[in-house]
Nanobody, 127 residues
Framework: QVQLVESGGDSVQAGGSLRLSCAAS????????MGWFRQAPGNKREGVAT????????TYAASVKGRFTISQDNAKNTLYLRMNSLKPEDTAMYYC????????????????????WGQGTQVTVSS
């Protein structure tokens, strides 16, 4: 059973920084692709960043590239999302997820889903 618990969300002013944490069950990182997602009220869930099993390659949404960094500490079983230069449009509930799989194909490209999700942590950025 994979358990994920996020923390670190807060209210900050634009231009500020936050680091989100996601405590995970042991061995989660070595087995699964991990991701950070966010969802603002009235909006669809948006993928923010992913990291390959074992902490290899990373990917970022265009809206956060250069400002956010995903990383993991295998010894602490913790996934991080470092967020710099925060903007009001970054305001959302942030979720970590584990165990990515291909849910279906759309126009020949895989559409991924995740099997395990945390409860979320709120980030609010004021202008």
């Amino acid at each position: 059973q994979v358990q994920l618990v996020e923390s670190g969300g807060d209210s900050v002013q634009a231009g500020g920084s936050l680091r989100l944490s996601c405590a995970a069950s042991k061995y989660t990182f070595s087995r699964y692709c991990m991701g950070w997602f966010r969802q603002a009220p009235g909006n669809k869930r948006e993928g923010v960043a992913t990291i390959a099993p074992g902490g290899g390659s990373t990917t970022y949404a265009a809206s956060v590239k250069g400002r956010f960094t995903i990383s993991q500490d295998n010894a602490k079983n913790t996934l991080y999302l470092r967020m710099n230069s925060l903007k009001p449009e970054d305001t959302a509930m942030y979720y970590c997820a584990a165990d990515r799989f291909i849910a279906y194909y759309k126009s020949g490209s895989p559409v991924y889903e995740y099997r395990h999700w945390g409860q979320g942590t709120q980030v609010t950025v004021s202008s």
